[in-house]
């Protein structure tokens, strides 16, 4: 498979950080609607768009992905009801927890070691979000049902990254995309009937949320993170995931207005600083 020049990956992954850090926000704007049946709707919608792309893979990359949506299904469900129990910036900052999951996970299935500087980074990042945390994030609180949740969902979130690395080294975006989109589609949907979630039936506002959650995070984001993990590793593009409640802080400000405090965003810019020395080994990866 080709590499493509690491400019690309880069501006990839810094699209899909924008696209993501909206997520939390019109979750929380369409409350009417059931978290299964957003999550259903989000992957639905981009798998129709990119079908035309999609090419037969094998049947064990097929069972692998498939293995990946379900993972992917239950992230989705997991964060998406967390969000009704919680504040978008504590939510967020716990699912993105991912890349300490994702470590351990290559660590295991890959026989891959972060590097010292790897965990380095991620010890700063995480100090950076959790002060973000510690200093407050306005109107809303947080429970002991929604942190496990979204912990959780970073849990599945990982193991879905890392299922993804193996088959994208063999699979380009153009078929994973929306093969993995349909998959967890499926799982939704079963999930959904399980759970009686319905899946029609709401205002028109609501579908516009919707077709947002579609194209913004998961055609954007979600795409383009299944992107740059052919590229390089899972745990290092998971560190980017980093960024996002960074991104989803602001964005909650200015559209919820759960506005930050002075240590939100000094906690941000530690976030920043973090992330930087974990991924530096990122652009020689993605360059070789």
Do not use: K
């Not at 949740?149 to 849990?155: F, P, S």
């Not at 055609?219 to 299944?226: T, Y």
């Not at 590229?231 to 207005?257: F, K, Q």
Request: proline share 7%; charged share 10%.
């Amino acid at each position: 498979m080709t590499q493509p020049p690491p400019g690309r990956v880069a501006l990839v992954l810094a699209v899909a950080i924008a696209a993501v850090s909206t997520a939390g926000t019109l979750v929380r704007l369409a409350p009417d609607v059931p978290p299964l049946t957003l999550a259903f709707w989000r992957v639905t919608l981009v798998a129709i768009l990119l079908a035309p792309g999609a090419r037969r893979v094998s049947r064990r990359d097929l069972l692998l992905t498939a293995l990946g949506g379900l993972f992917l299904a239950l992230h989705f469900w997991s964060w998406f009801l967390s969000l009704g129990m919680t504040s978008v910036m504590r939510s967020t900052l716990l699912v993105c927890l991912t890349p300490v999951w994702c470590a351990v996970f290559e660590a295991i299935f890959f026989g891959t070691r972060p590097s010292p500087r790897f965990w380095i980074g991620i010890a700063v990042a995480l100090a950076g979000v959790g002060w973000m945390v510690a200093g407050g994030s306005g109107p809303g609180g947080g429970s002991l049902r929604g942190d496990v949740l979204a912990v959780l969902g970073g849990i599945l979130g990982a193991a879905y990254f890392t299922v993804g690395r193996g088959v994208r080294t063999r699979v380009p975006i153009t078929s994973y995309g929306p093969i993995s989109c349909a998959v967890t589609a499926g799982w939704l949907a079963l999930l959904a009937l399980l759970s009686h979630s319905p899946l029609t039936g709401f205002p028109q506002g609501s579908w516009t949320i919707i077709a947002c959650l579609a194209l913004g995070p998961q055609l954007l984001g979600h795409v383009g993170f299944n992107y740059a993990v052919g590229r390089m590793s899972a745990a290092i593009v998971a560190a980017l995931i980093l960024l996002e409640p960074v991104g989803a802080s602001i964005v909650a400000a200015v559209v919820l207005r759960e506005l930050p405090h002075a240590t939100d965003i000094a906690g941000g810019l530690v976030t920043l600083i973090g992330v930087a020395v974990a991924v530096v080994p990122a652009r020689v990866r993605a360059a070789g």
